[in-house]
């Protein structure tokens, strides 16, 4: 079973990024954490999505989305 945790941290440009590390790929930046947060969670939404209409497995979900900085 898989949670889904938000890794976030910002750069030092000022930008926020957020990745879901257990969906390889799913990284977003945002001007605010709250912004990169609802994007990295939005993608991996979509790229579960995808993964489930082109017949791919995906992981058992547990639970939704933590935020860890």
């Known amino acids: 079973m898989s949670d ?3 890794e976030i941290e ?3 440009d000022g930008r926020w990024i957020g990745e879901v590390t257990a969906l390889p790929g799913v990284l977003a930046y945002g001007a605010s954490r709250d912004e990169a947060v609802a994007r990295a969670k939005a993608l991996a939404f979509r790229v579960l999505a995808d993964r489930l209409e ?3 497995d995906i992981p058992e979900i547990h639970g939704v989305f933590a935020v860890h900085e």
Request: hydrophobic share 20%.
């Open 4 to 6: 889904f945790t938000v």
């Open 10 to 12: 910002r750069e030092t």
């Open 54 to 56: 082109h017949g791919e």
